[in-house]
């Protein structure tokens, strides 16, 4: 079982949909990232966190410490809102990165 | 653009050839890293470079060579790679190794191995 699971895997939705993708992990952590991986390969850090909650247009990042589980939230979706989401952790005790393995999703017009 | 450039994006190869990848950063970083990324699976770290020392190997396969001849540039020597091989590598960087910042992604390059 990998220490950071991402749910759903794959999530297909309609344009205007508001969208949640979740991220649990087992191990302490000093910090959460959101990353985004459009097709072409090439990732984007969306989020930094280590608490609360972030903001940056139409997307949410929150975390909840105690139950270690982060989630991204994208409202208003867009079609240009496809590609993998990525979240990885940051170990509190080693510093490493360990990764989720993405969520695809799929914007339909 | 991330600052962070990848070369070539695609590359194919037989499995007694020689090639090298290339990433090049324009950030002032002085963190490098080599990941590989298969269909469906978590990125897999194979090297670390922070002030173009190497720090971290992950069990890496020796028909993978890395070398950092500078903090800008990292390179990664192929050679009598296995068709299982065959897989996205993408480079990034970071300030520093330890420091924690997040990491600044080149476009990877899409590897094929016949």
């Known amino acids: 079982k990998n220490e950071v699971e991402q749910s759903p895997q794959n999530l297909t939705a309609q344009e205007g949909e508001f969208i949640t993708i979740n991220c649990s992990y087992s191990?302490?952590?000093?910090?959460l990232h959101w990353l985004q991986q459009h097709p072409g390969g090439g990732i984007v850090s969306l989020f930094m966190?280590?608490?609360?909650?972030k903001k940056h247009g139409r997307l949410i990042a929150t975390i909840n410490i105690q139950e270690k589980h982060s989630s991204l939230h994208i409202t208003a979706s867009h079609p240009r809102d496809s590609a993998v989401y990525i979240c990885?952790?940051?170990?509190?005790?080693?510093?490493?990165?360990?990764w989720g393995a993405g969520t695809k999703l799929i914007i339909k017009p | 653009e991330t600052g962070v450039t990848q070369t070539p994006r695609h590359l194919v190869m037989g499995m007694t050839n020689k090639k090298s990848l290339k990433c090049e950063q324009h950030?002032?970083?002085?963190?490098m890293y080599w990941y590989k990324q298969s269909a469906k699976k978590p990125l897999e770290l194979m090297f670390v470079?922070?002030?173009?020392?190497?720090?971290e190997n992950n069990s890496v396969p020796s028909r993978f060579s890395p070398e950092c001849p500078n903090s800008s540039h990292l390179f990664l020597h192929l050679h009598t790679l296995q068709p299982e091989d065959s897989a996205l590598y993408l480079c990034?960087?970071?300030?520093?190794?330890?420091?924690?910042?997040?990491?600044?992604f080149g476009s990877g390059t899409q590897l094929s191995v016949l």
């Open positions: 990034a960087s970071s300030p520093d190794r330890w420091a924690g910042e997040k990491l600044f």
């Open positions: 950030l002032g970083h002085n963190a």
């Open positions: 470079y922070n002030f173009k020392e190497q720090t």
């Open positions: 191990v302490g952590i000093s910090a």
């Open positions: 966190l280590s608490s609360g909650k």
């Open positions: 990885a952790v940051r170990s509190g005790s080693n510093y490493q990165l360990i």
